[in-house]
T-cell receptor
Framework: DQQVKQNSPSLSVQEGRISILNCDYT??????FLWYKKYPAEGPTFLIS?????DKNEDGRFTVFLNKSAKHLSLHIVPSQPGDSAVYFC???????????FGTGTRLQVTL | DVKVTQSSRYLVKRTGEKVFLECVQD?????MFWYRQDPGLGLRLIYF???????EKGDIPEGYSVSREKKERFSLILESASTNQTSMYLC??????????FGPGTRLTVL
């Protein structure tokens, strides 16, 4: 049972435009959401996070939006750059355990 | 900077072999994790540990075991490797319950 879903396996965006990556979840007990970025042959690296009590968090070119009623979050990258080409995973946390539940990933390609 | 290292980048083993994947972190983190990454399935948690000698099953623990004898080291063991365990294995550590730091991964092929 996939509690965190990324329905778009891939996305292609032109350099300079906005990239929007989406993530849906089913567990209303998730209290914290994170985005990770993964380049080939490297481990994922933390990008940005948001608490469930907020609806927006911004860090430079990256903004994460959370819509709790729709159980949906999105990552906006503006402007997109070729170095942003990677696989992006959303992840969610719940409870007192330290573990995260990851989505299936979206491969972003930023073209020139 | 946090550093998480994994013993091998690539590993080829035969069906039935016992396989050890080692992970070491240098930041005194309490929590350590083992994931596998497969196309279309994302990252799935195999086991995690929040303290020395402590371990918790993740979402897909079958066929795996773990060992954490020292705080900085977390080992994943495949008791009898099978072809369906061919995958990319990622180790991570964290201090808080949220942000995790990942190693570069071990691509394991079981023939």
């Amino acid at each position: 049972d996939q509690q965190v879903k990324q329905n778009s396996p891939s996305l292609s965006v032109q350099e300079g435009r906005i990239s929007i990556l989406n993530c849906d979840y089913t567990n209303s007990m998730f209290d914290y959401f994170l985005w990770y970025k993964k380049y080939p042959a490297e481990g994922p690296t933390f990008l940005i996070s948001i608490s469930s009590i907020k609806d927006k968090n911004e860090d430079g070119r990256f903004t994460v939006f959370l819509n709790k009623s729709a159980k949906h979050l999105s990552l906006h990258i503006v402007p997109s750059q070729p170095g942003d080409s990677a696989v992006y995973f959303c992840a969610a946390h719940t409870g007192t355990a330290s573990k995260l539940t990851f989505g299936t990933g979206t491969r972003l390609q930023v073209t020139l | 900077d946090v550093k998480v290292t994994q013993s091998s980048r690539y590993l080829v083993k035969r069906t039935g072999e016992k396989v050890f994947l080692e992970c070491v972190q240098d930041m005194d983190h309490e929590n350590m994790f083992w994931y596998r990454q497969d196309p279309g399935l994302g990252l799935r948690l195999i086991y995690f540990s929040y303290d020395v000698k402590m371990k918790e099953k993740g979402d897909i623990p079958e066929g795996y075991s773990v060992s954490r004898e020292k705080k900085e080291r977390f080992s994943l063991i495949l008791e009898s490797a099978s072809t369906n365990q061919t995958s990319m294995y990622l180790c991570a550590s964290s201090l808080t319950i949220f942000t995790q730091y990942f190693g570069p991964g071990t691509r394991l092929t079981v023939l």
